[in-house]
């Protein structure tokens, strides 16, 4: 009877569950996962973190593979990080519908004018005005060879993390839109912009512009800073990984410096793109036009210095869309838009500038159903098959039977497997917080396994047991 209700309860929640859009699982989490380092604006190393949420199965279950979702922050390739709340949200609301999740760091800066400006409406606002439209390039080509680099990571770790690495997904909003369309389409070095190829040297940025933020703890040399060529399109970070395939992007507000759908290599799968934008959007148009074209309207009505001669041109989501309609490039593109158009009015309207202090338009409308659209937009590209395998009460490689304790640990952790696994235990490997297996046990002959631990600082672990089993499973110590 109990495993009649067991196997009742599973299809209940197949029949009435949309796999991949309804919050299905819990999570677990972790963060501030080292994946690498790469050479910064002023010829600097910077190492980049990322946080990981991991989905779990039910109770009676067993886990199998999971798709992968990358997420980007925005902040104009100047601000932001992995802890901006609407990407962490949006990680561990994907994490509940099945994804495994990660947001990342990226290498963020510009090198901005060396001339004096003053803006009584936003003393900040000149720290948006770079030396020359080139440092826009430079700093998206950095930003999607770190989010290459992050990426490659992932799929390098997918026996740990449970990855089916052809089931991925790289979404962003704004500056992280742009990225993860630089990462999906960005695939040739012929796209490679010239502007990452060695260019004229820039002048030091003016003494105002350095307190900027993404100029904190960088130091700037004396006169002219080098700009050397950037590298390939792929950037140096774990620079092998196993074959992977993009199924979709999520660009939220974002855009293109250039048609990548026009190119793409011979066989590769194009990706499917959900587009969120607003028409009234000031940061980043939604058709053609300039990186923050509109606040720079307003600022200049209030008096400030236009930004439209070191902005470089860029094509919103409603013009790489008509791309894709007009020369046939055979992308799938779902287009949601707002209806609110940018009045060019400094005071009054809807979208005006006045407006957008309280209702920005670079922005969701309604964060809750764009979200949820996508979700349901993305689900029916996902290949991934049930991830989560129901088991009887006696079969092997059930996670609620391993005992781990103590938990935390001081010093060694003890393992328990029930009687009956004696001839069939999985394997053990432990891995530290950047997912590198410190420990590796392979044939386990007791149903009682003692792991010295005192050797390791301390901070969080994962042990995993089974090795390329359909039933592996991970648990999350804490070492103190």
Not at 374 to 403: H, L, Q, R, W
């Amino acid at each position: 009877m109990q495993k009649l209700v067991l196997a009742l309860s599973f299809v209940t929640t197949a029949l009435f569950s949309q796999q991949w859009v309804d919050l299905n699982y819990s999570y677990d989490s972790v963060l501030n996962v080292s994946y690498g380092q790469s050479t910064n604006l002023v010829g600097e190393l910077e190492t980049h973190h990322m946080d990981i949420f991991i989905p779990k199965c039910p109770a009676n279950s067993a886990s199998k593979k999971w798709p992968l979702m990358l997420w980007i922050h925005g902040g104009g390739f100047i601000a932001g990080n992995k802890n901006d709340p609407s990407i962490q949200a949006l990680c561990k609301k994907f994490a509940q519908r099945g994804y495994v999740t990660a947001s990342i760091e990226y290498r963020l800066g510009m090198i901005s004018s060396n001339r004096r400006i003053e803006c009584n409406l936003n003393p900040d606002y000149p720290c948006l005005l770079a030396t020359d439209s080139a440092e826009w390039y430079r700093s998206y080509f950095r930003a999607v060879q770190d989010a290459k680099g992050a990426l490659r990571f992932l799929i390098n770790k997918k026996e740990v993390l449970n990855i089916d690495e052809t089931n991925v997904f790289v979404c962003g909003e704004s500056a992280g839109a742009f990225t993860s369309l630089g990462v999906a389409l960005l695939d040739l070095e012929s796209e490679k912009p010239k502007e990452a190829y060695t260019i004229a040297d820039a002048p030091t940025p003016h003494i105002k512009n350095l307190p900027c933020i993404y100029n904190q703890n960088k130091t700037f040399p004396v006169g002219n800073i080098p700009r050397h060529d950037l590298g390939s399109i792929d950037g140096n970070i774990e620079p092998n990984a196993p074959a992977y395939v993009i199924k979709g992007v999520g660009n939220i507000f974002g855009g293109m410096l250039s048609d990548l759908l026009k190119k793409s290599p011979a066989g590769k799968q194009k990706p499917v793109i959900y587009s969120f934008h607003q028409p009234c959007d000031i940061i980043v148009p939604i058709d053609s036009g300039a990186f923050f074209w509109g606040l720079s309207w307003c600022m200049v009505q209030g008096g400030c210095v236009s930004l439209s001669n070191t902005n470089a041109k860029i094509y919103g989501s409603r013009a790489f869309s008509n791309f894709n309609k007009t020369f046939n490039y055979g992308y799938t593109i779902k287009e949601e838009y707002g209806n609110i158009n940018f009045p060019y009015n400094f005071l009054f309207g809807d979208g005006s500038c006045a407006d957008q202090l309280n209702k920005p338009c670079h922005a969701y409308d309604n964060r809750n159903l764009r979200e949820l659209n996508m979700a349901k937009f993305f689900a029916s590209y996902v290949s991934t098959p049930g991830p989560c395998t129901s088991v009887n009460s006696d079969d092997a490689y059930k996670e609620e039977s391993v005992i781990v304790i103590p938990n935390p640990v001081q010093n060694s952790v003890e393992i328990r497997f029930p009687k009956s696994w004696e001839n069939n235990i999985p394997s053990i490997q432990l891995y530290n917080v950047d997912l590198q297996v410190i420990k590796f046990i392979p044939n386990v002959q007791s149903s009682f396994v003692k792991i010295d631990l005192s050797d390791l600082p301390a901070g969080v672990y994962f042990i995993k047991f089974g090795q390329n089993h359909s039933h592996s499973f991970v648990k999350k110590i804490i070492k103190l």
